[in-house]
């Protein structure tokens, strides 16, 4: 497979949520490549300049920790977003990516999957919405709906709804007006239990 079309995209469960309208640019925009079983798609610590959809297969994300103990982070099914690390200018992919089984995988620039996805510009969307420093953590602006959260990361809305309350309850985020506070240290605690 060198393109996928709209009816290709419709049949993944974790796009459900996508209009057609946003699915036919999203599939005019993908780039398609295949990887064979256990071929590396990006490393952990590599410059992250795409975000790639699983169009078929499984891929397999795992972080490289002390003395080079790998830990699974994630098996994802196809429809899954991942390499969302790239959205942030000049930041590394936190894990490796590799094909558990064959793939077939797109990929694109967050510039332009953010200007499929949102009203604005990337680089408004840069300027206004990304991550800002905060006296009291990170600020996050982001405009997105928890059903938008859930089919960017391939979780029900639900989920999204569950982890956010949940970080708030235990103040690893809390709101500053419109904006969401991320407390750097209590999230990096989680991290590393995850790890």
């Given at each position: 497979?060198?393109?996928?079309?709209?009816?290709?995209?419709?049949?993944?469960?974790?796009?459900?949520g996508f209009s057609a309208t946003h699915l036919k640019k999203l599939a005019d925009k993908?780039?398609?490549?295949?990887?064979?079983?256990?071929?590396?798609?990006?490393?952990?610590?590599?410059?992250?300049?795409?975000?790639?959809?699983?169009?078929?297969?499984?891929?397999?994300?795992?972080?490289?920790?002390?003395?080079?103990?790998?830990?699974?982070?994630?098996?994802?099914?196809?429809?899954?977003?991942?390499?969302?690390?790239?959205?942030?200018?000049?930041?590394?992919?936190?894990?490796?990516?590799?094909?558990?089984?064959?793939?077939?995988?797109?990929?694109?620039?967050?510039?332009?999957?953010?200007?499929?996805?949102?009203?604005?510009?990337?680089?408004?969307?840069?300027?206004?919405?990304?991550?800002?420093?905060?006296?009291?953590?990170?600020?996050?602006?982001?405009?997105?709906?928890?059903?938008?959260?859930?089919?960017?990361?391939?979780?029900?809305?639900?989920?999204?709804?569950?982890?956010?309350?949940?970080?708030?309850?235990?103040?690893?985020?809390?709101?500053?007006?419109?904006?969401?506070?991320?407390?750097?240290?209590?999230?990096?605690?989680?991290?590393?239990?995850?790890?």
């Amino acid at each position: 497979m060198n393109s996928v079309d709209t009816k290709n995209l419709q049949q993944l469960k974790n796009l459900a949520g996508f209009s057609a309208t946003h699915l036919k640019k999203l599939a005019d925009k993908l780039s398609v490549e295949t990887a064979a079983k256990n071929e590396i798609v990006f490393d952990q610590g590599d410059d992250a300049k795409l975000v790639y959809l699983l169009l078929s297969g499984v891929a397999k994300l795992s972080y490289l920790g002390d003395h080079e103990r790998e830990a699974i982070v994630s098996l994802l099914p196809a429809g899954r977003f991942f390499g969302l690390d790239s959205i942030i200018p000049q930041s590394h992919y936190a894990c490796r990516c590799e094909a558990f089984e064959d793939c077939t995988i797109g990929s694109i620039t967050p510039k332009i999957l953010i200007e499929l996805f949102s009203v604005t510009s990337y680089e408004a969307f840069l300027k206004g919405y990304v991550a800002v420093f905060h006296p009291s953590g990170i600020s996050i602006a982001l405009n997105l709906s928890h059903e938008l959260l859930a089919n960017l990361v391939g979780a029900s809305r639900q989920q999204v709804t569950e982890y956010l309350n949940e970080f708030d309850h235990d103040r690893i985020i809390f709101r500053d007006g419109r904006c969401i506070i991320i407390d750097p240290e209590k999230l990096q605690k989680i991290l590393t239990v995850m790890a």
